[in-house]
């Protein structure tokens, strides 16, 4: 069964530095989202892409955020300049339209910033 | 913005018994989905719910959307351990684009 998968699982990081996370979509999905839960709290919604550009975006995505489709099949986030408040699991979701149908999610990459 | 408030937020029960958690969204959902969650890792989906009035079934979880389309329940019955995890309702609300909520999450322990 197709299924997103996202790396690396665990990534620790220095305040200040830039990571990207990546994340690769089923073959045939074409909306694809990243979503963020910090430890203890609920899941949150960061962006929603499509068509090679952001569709929606919450108020968490600010500029030190930037989401990519490089090559057609991976799907990363980047943020820039990491802050300690970043540390958190990060939820990559694929789905085929924008109808009713579920998002399929990947298993996370866990954000350590130190 | 959208608040999906979800109860009970911890739920502990022993092997064998039922139970229900409830998703109420204060607007008029478009589509109302239920995910689990095991701990550390990613949502897996259950089910999506759209139409006021409907229920689904798949094993031994049942959810329902009310009539007006502003709650939902996840009724588990026989609950094993297995059931264990953290139940996550999420919806998105009419011309909200691709913006989707998440609730508050309800935490189930289910004893052997």
């Known amino acids: 069964e197709p299924e997103v998968t996202q790396t690396p699982s665990h990534q620790v990081t220095q305040m200040g530095q830039e990571v990207i996370l990546r994340c690769v979509p089923i073959s045939n999905h074409l909306y694809f989202y990243w979503y963020r839960q910090i430890l203890g709290q609920k899941v949150e919604f960061l962006v929603s892409?499509?068509?090679?550009?952001?569709?929606?975006k919450s108020e968490i995505f600010d500029d030190q955020f930037s989401v990519e489709r490089p090559d057609g099949s991976n799907f990363t986030l980047k943020i820039r300049s990491t802050k300690l408040e970043d540390s958190a699991m990060y939820f990559c979701?694929?789905?085929?339209?924008?109808?009713?149908?579920?998002?399929?999610f990947g298993p996370g990459t866990r954000l350590t910033v130190t | 913005s959208q608040e999906l408030e979800q109860s009970p937020q911890s739920l502990i029960v022993q092997e064998g018994k039922n139970l229900t958690i409830n998703c109420t969204s204060s607007?008029?959902?478009?589509?109302l989905y239920w995910y689990k969650q095991k701990y550390g890792e990613g949502l897996i989906f259950l089910m999506m719910?759209?139409?006021?009035?409907e229920e689904k079934s798949h094993e031994k979880i049942t959810a329902k959307l009310d009539e007006k389309k502003q709650q939902s329940s996840l009724h588990i019955t026989a609950s094993q351990p297995s059931h264990a995890g953290i139940y996550l309702c999420?919806?998105?609300?009419?011309?909200?684009?691709?913006?989707?909520?998440f609730g508050t999450g309800t935490s189930l322990t289910v004893i052997p």
């Open positions: 999420g919806a998105s609300l009419p011309n909200t684009g691709n913006q989707f909520y």
């Open positions: 607007k008029t959902l478009y589509g």
């Open positions: 892409f499509y068509n090679n550009e952001i569709s929606e």
């Open positions: 979701a694929s789905r085929w339209t924008s109808d009713l149908h579920e998002q399929y």
């Open positions: 719910l759209q139409k006021g009035g």
